[in-house]
């Protein structure tokens, strides 16, 4: 499989923790995106961060990126309960592909 | 704005029966893509399209066909449904490919049962 894998599979955290969730892969990439999908609905694009960039923050969302351990991870500070949803990693390469990882789940209680 | 645009939202099959999911974008996206979303797998890539009239396999295409008659729509078309297509899935496009570093926008998915 070309799917990465993502860590944990699921996290359960209180309102005002940080969370964070940690991507895997396994090939070359141009760009790693993280996407958000509440239940029952479509993913959302959170954030973009470039094979050539190691950090990136978007409000309370900070992204790194390390392509020599072919890592990413994804930090939410201050979470809340509105943050609760599945969290998804995907990697665009050089094909015209973007290909997801398997998700992971965080439950945000209030 | 409408965006990506999946239709129908629900649908229930009998094995055996054929059926087409129509994705529709209005942002002028280049590229469009059909995924299928399963418990514990995440989402899997079935069929792409770099433009009008183009088409490509993703990773699990075998069972779907797919055709981009024009640069708006993306039609997904199962032939012959069967129980493991049993699924929810998703549309997506972009603007252009993935080397060029863009983001994918999403429809509200189209939720599948074959019994």
């Known amino acids: 499989s070309q799917q990465g894998e993502e860590d944990p599979q699921a996290l359960s955290i209180q309102e005002g923790e940080n969370a964070t969730m940690n991507c895997s892969y396994k090939t070359s990439i141009n760009n790693l995106q993280w996407y958000r999908q509440n239940s029952g609905r479509g993913l959302v694009h959170l954030i973009l961060?470039?094979?050539?960039?190691r950090e990136k923050h978007s409000g309370r969302l900070r992204v790194t990126l390390d392509t020599s351990k072919k890592s990413s991870s994804l930090l939410i500070t201050a979470s809340r309960a509105a943050d609760t949803a599945s969290y998804f990693c995907a990697r665009g390469g050089a094909t015209n592909k973007l290909i997801f990882g398997t998700g992971t789940l965080l439950a945000v209680q209030p | 704005n409408a965006g990506v645009t999946q239709t129908p939202k629900f649908r229930v099959l009998k094995t055996g029966q054929s059926m087409t999911l129509l994705c529709a974008q209005d942002?002028?996206?280049?590229?469009m893509y059909w995924y299928r979303q399963d418990p514990g797998m995440g989402l899997r890539l079935i069929h792409y399209?770099?433009?009008?009239?183009?088409?490509a396999k993703g990773e699990v295409p075998d069972g779907y066909n797919v055709s981009r008659l024009k640069k708006q729509n993306f039609l997904l078309g199962l032939e012959s449904a069967a129980p493991s297509q049993t699924s929810v899935y998703f549309c997506a496009s972009t603007r252009g490919a993935m080397r060029l570093n863009t983001e994918a926008f999403f429809g509200q998915g189209t939720r599948l049962t074959v019994v």
């Open positions: 399209s770099v433009g009008e009239g183009t088409t």
């Open positions: 942002m002028n996206h280049e590229y």
């Open positions: 961060i470039r094979s050539n960039e």
